[in-house]
């Protein structure tokens, strides 16, 4: 039976086509390829399953906090809002600097890595990243072959599929990733704190047990907010109602940051509510 979208999904789905539309307006190529590449992930039925299967794993065996559709969603908004103040920047990708692809190509790597991320949360919590490779490479294969086939566009699709493994595998930050795309995903991964995606788990508990500190600390993160920055191109300001919040600041947001290659375009502030905010970053 076909796995119905919650709303939720659905009101990201149009964000993130929303801001693909914009962000390729902006370009002199105006090359559809990302948001092609969004479209057939958002209609993949067997992506949705695997999504779905993801959070029922996170939440109801394992305890932990949104790795699901919505959760996967929200990186590849998040990335692409980066993407774009990147862009009017005049920072350029990792694979522009190389001369190995375009913007677009940069564009559709990261919403492939963004939207797959979790998968191997279906099998485990430990090394989950490289589970997640082994169940999306077919999948990033397959769609790739899709919308941009013929042997001429091979040594796109190798550019292509290479970094969005590398934003996959890097997105915990525990492995060296090189990359400004990948860097990105890393980053806009560890910017899905807000209370929302605790709710479900902190409903769900009836006991105490270790980890939920990190439940407690997100539960008090009110607003997560992505602009372009004063001294530099990206900042990222985060709204809590506790100070336990600063946990999921200097453990998670924190740490990913200083394991991305983007760190040095990224201004970071956090604070409590009608509270001065502190300058991370």
């Keep these: 039976m076909k796995t119905m979208k919650s709303p939720?999904?659905?009101?990201?789905?149009?964000?993130?086509?929303?801001?693909?539309?914009?962000?390729?307006?902006?370009?002199?190529?105006?090359?559809?390829?990302?948001?092609?590449?969004?479209?057939?992930?958002?209609?993949?039925?067997e992506i949705e399953s695997i999504q779905n299967y993801s959070n029922t794993v996170s939440i109801m065996r394992l305890g932990?906090?949104?790795?699901?559709?919505?959760?996967?969603?929200?990186?590849?908004?998040?990335?692409?809002?980066?993407?774009?103040?990147l862009y009017k920047a005049g920072v350029p990708m990792s694979?522009?600097?190389?001369?190995?692809?375009?913007?677009?190509?940069?564009?559709?790597?990261?919403?492939?890595?963004?939207?797959?991320?979790?998968?191997?949360?279906?099998?485990?919590?430990?090394?989950?990243?490289?589970?997640?490779?082994?169940?999306?490479?077919?999948?990033?294969?397959?769609?790739?072959?899709?919308?941009?086939?013929?042997?001429?566009?091979?040594?796109?699709?190798?550019?292509?599929?290479?970094?969005?493994?590398?934003?996959?595998v890097g997105h915990m930050g525990t492995r060296k990733i090189h990359s400004l795309e990948a860097g990105l995903i890393l980053v806009a991964d560890g910017c899905d704190m807000t209370k929302g995606r605790a709710r479900i788990p902190m409903e769900l508990d009836n006991a105490p047990k270790i980890g939920d500190i990190h439940k407690y600390s997100a539960n008090s993160i009110e607003h997560v907010e992505i602009t372009a920055g004063k001294d530099k191109p990206v900042c990222i300001r985060v709204t809590m109602s506790a100070d336990?919040?600063?946990?999921?600041?200097?453990?998670?947001?924190?740490?990913?940051?200083n394991n991305s290659p983007a760190k040095k375009y990224i201004e970071l502030f956090a604070g409590v509510e009608n509270c001065e905010m502190k300058q991370y970053l």
């Design 8 to 45: 939720k999904e659905l009101s990201m789905d149009k964000k993130i086509t929303s801001a693909i539309e914009e962000l390729i307006q902006l370009t002199p190529e105006k090359d559809p390829l990302p948001l092609n590449v969004a479209e057939a992930l958002m209609g993949d039925t």
């Design 64 to 85: 932990f906090n949104d790795h699901g559709p919505v959760h996967m969603r929200t990186v590849t908004y998040n990335a692409i809002i980066m993407m774009s103040i």
């Design 95 to 168: 694979l522009q600097e190389e001369k190995a692809g375009t913007f677009a190509d940069s564009m559709a790597a990261v919403i492939l890595a963004a939207f797959l991320h979790d998968f191997g949360m279906t099998i485990s919590r430990q090394d989950h990243e490289l589970y997640s490779v082994f169940l999306a490479l077919p999948i990033i294969e397959k769609l790739l072959g899709k919308v941009i086939p013929g042997e001429n566009n091979l040594d796109r699709r190798v550019a292509i599929r290479s970094l969005a493994i590398e934003g996959i």
């Design 244 to 257: 336990v919040g600063f946990f999921q600041i200097e453990e998670v947001l924190l740490q990913k940051i």
